[in-house]
T-cell receptor, first 113, second 112 residues
Framework: ETGVTQTPRHLVMGMTNKKSLKCEQH?????MYWYKQSAKKPLELMFV???????ENNSVPSRFSPECPNSSHLFLHLHTLQPEDSALYLC????????????FGQGTRLTVV | GQQVMQIPQYQHVQEGEDFTTYCNSS?????IQWYKQRPGGHPVFLIQ?????EVKKQKRLTFQFGEAKKNSSLHITATQTTDVGTYFC????????????FGPGTSLSVIP
């Protein structure tokens, strides 16, 4: 158990659906991240939140919409996704945006049909 | 753009053999981190290197950070089946303290 919990663990959704991924950290960290892990591709940083403020958005399509209501919770709202968006979505947290280790959740395996 | 590369992409070793993965950055790094991801699991932090030429050891694992802070290596001595997984390096770019870029990883298989 890493202290970072993601739900759901698996999600299958149609291209017209709207769903949300949830991440919760119990480590008292003040920075949270969304990563996308596709087969045969490096981990891709999607969004960074620090102190509930979005500080980085790596050219992610608008069909992905993050939300950070407080320092312990992070959401990724999904709508009108494409099959190529199927991947493992990993949430991570760290103490500060500085060079400190990131703790990852177990990920949500998303399949878009 | 800024890139972090790793070689090899895959490595199959006999149990007991040594293993090394190399990480190279296109730009100077402020620090480098190493993570391990077991099959079906999530990345787990192993170590962080900050100083030029730094060497750190964790039991059978030896981590090095290059003098120019653009490359790093992870060496495992006498591999065991528990070492199976993908090893990622993650470099923090010196030009932006917020930017961490992961390498593509090296997938290690250990044949018992």
């Amino acid at each position: 158990e890493t202290g970072v919990t993601q739900t759901p663990r698996h999600l299958v959704m149609g291209m017209t659906n709207k769903k949300s991924l949830k991440c919760e950290q119990h480590l008292g960290h003040n920075a949270m991240y969304w990563y996308k892990q596709s087969a045969k591709k490096p981990l891709e940083l999607m969004f960074v939140y620090s102190l509930e403020e979005r500080v980085e958005n790596n050219s992610v399509p608008s069909r992905f919409s993050p939300e950070c209501p407080n320092s312990s919770h992070l959401f990724l709202h999904l709508h009108t996704l494409q099959p190529e968006d199927s991947a493992l979505y990993l949430c991570a947290s760290s103490q500060g945006r500085g060079p400190l280790e990131a703790f990852f959740g177990q990920g949500t395996r998303l399949t878009v049909v | 753009g800024q890139q972090v590369m790793q070689i090899p992409q895959y490595q199959h070793v006999q149990e007991g053999e040594d293993f090394t993965t190399y990480c190279n950055s296109s730009t100077t790094l402020s620090n480098i981190q190493w993570y391990k991801q077991r099959p079906g699991g999530h990345p787990v932090f192993l170590i962080q290197l900050v100083k030029s030429g730094e060497v750190k050891k964790q039991k059978r694992l030896t981590f090095q950070f290059g003098e120019a802070k653009k490359n790093s290596s992870l060496h495992i001595t006498a591999t065991q089946t528990t070492d199976v997984g993908t090893y990622f390096c993650a470099g923090r770019m010196k030009t932006s303290y917020d930017k961490v870029i992961f390498g593509p990883g090296t997938s290690l298989s250990v044949i018992p």
